[in-house]
């Protein structure tokens, strides 16, 4: 079974950093899309920013400018660095990865555990 494993979540003040970062468990054979998502107490769940296998990246309107994706495939992670961090972005961010585990299967969607962001001010 494939696990998605989260890192970097904590407390941090308005204006400052943090880097997340979210690794395949086991063996991947290919990787899609990976995204991370974020959903703050009594809200949807909101995707936050994504990448494609092609390095093709969108982001949220909210965090443009301020948050940047990027992926290793080699070390099977993807990374969401935030940058300018207000209290707006406290949430829970979750990560979530199109996955092949075999040739002869189809990509699989699915989910890190969640780490919590909270945004000070």
């Known amino acids: 079974q494939v696990q998605l494993v989260e890192s970097g979540g904590g407390l941090v003040q308005a204006g400052g950093s943090l880097r997340l970062s979210c690794a395949a468990s086991?063996?991947?054979?290919?990787?899609?899309?990976m995204a991370w998502y974020r959903q703050a107490p009594v809200k949807q769940r909101e995707l936050v920013a994504a990448i494609t296998s092609g390095g093709v990246t969108n982001y949220t309107d909210s965090v443009k400018g301020r948050f940047t994706i990027s992926r290793n495939n080699a070390k099977k992670t993807v990374y969401l660095q935030m940058d300018s961090l207000t209290p707006e972005d406290t949430a829970v961010y979750y990560c979530n990865a199109d996955l092949k585990t075999n040739l002869f299967f189809a990509y699989n969607n699915y989910w890190g555990q969640g780490t919590q962001v909270t945004v000070s001010s």
């Open positions: 086991r063996s991947i054979f290919s990787i899609g899309t």
